[in-house]
C-alpha cells in the first residue's frame, strides 16, 4: 500500500514536471496532479492490460515502441476523465509527453528507487 501512493506521488510529480515543460500539456494543481496520477494508475491496471493483448502483434513489429502509443492512449482517457482540471492538446502531445514519463519513470526508479531499496 505504501508503495502504491509513493508511486502516485511520483507520478504526480513527474507529471507536474511534464507540464513545466509541454504548454500543451495543462494541470490546473497539485491535486489535479495527484487525481490524475490515481486514475492513471488505475487505468494501468484495468485497460492498459487489455490495449496490450488487442496490439500485441503490432507491438511485436515495432519491437515494443508501439507501448509508447498504448501509453499516450491511457493518458487520453485520463484526460477525458479529468475534465478541465487536465488538458493534452492533442495525441502527439500525450504521445510525447508518454515517452518523457517513461523516461523520468526510469531515472527514478535506477537512480533513487533501486539505491535505496539495495541499502535496506
Given at each position: 500500500?505504501?508503495?502504491?501512493?509513493a508511486?502516485?506521488?511520483?507520478?504526480?510529480?513527474?507529471?507536474?514536471?511534464?507540464?513545466?515543460?509541454?504548454?500543451?500539456?495543462?494541470?490546473?494543481?497539485?491535486?489535479?496532479?495527484?487525481?490524475a496520477?490515481?486514475?492513471?494508475?488505475?487505468?494501468?491496471?484495468?485497460?492498459?492490460?487489455?490495449?496490450?493483448?488487442?496490439?500485441?502483434?503490432?507491438?511485436?513489429?515495432?519491437?515494443?515502441?508501439?507501448?509508447?502509443?498504448?501509453?499516450?492512449?491511457?493518458?487520453?482517457?485520463?484526460?477525458?476523465?479529468?475534465?478541465?482540471?487536465?488538458?493534452?492538446?492533442?495525441?502527439?502531445?500525450?504521445?510525447l509527453?508518454?515517452?518523457?514519463?517513461?523516461?523520468?519513470?526510469?531515472?527514478?526508479?535506477?537512480?533513487?528507487?533501486?539505491?535505496?531499496?539495495?541499502?535496506?
Amino acid at each position: 500500500m505504501k508503495r502504491w501512493i509513493a508511486s502516485i506521488l511520483v507520478n504526480a510529480l513527474i507529471l507536474i514536471v511534464v507540464a513545466g515543460f509541454f504548454d500543451s500539456f495543462y494541470l490546473s494543481g497539485i491535486w489535479a496532479a495527484i487525481g490524475a496520477s490515481f486514475i492513471l494508475s488505475i487505468l494501468n491496471v484495468l485497460v492498459k492490460p487489455f490495449l496490450i493483448l488487442l496490439t500485441l502483434p503490432v507491438t511485436v513489429l515495432t519491437l515494443g515502441l508501439f507501448l509508447f502509443v498504448i501509453n499516450a492512449v491511457t493518458l487520453m482517457i485520463t484526460e477525458g476523465l479529468m475534465g478541465d482540471a487536465f488538458m493534452i492538446d492533442g495525441f502527439g502531445t500525450a504521445l510525447l509527453a508518454a515517452i518523457f514519463i517513461s523516461i523520468l519513470n526510469l531515472m527514478i526508479q535506477k537512480g533513487i528507487v533501486e539505491p535505496m531499496q539495495k541499502d535496506k
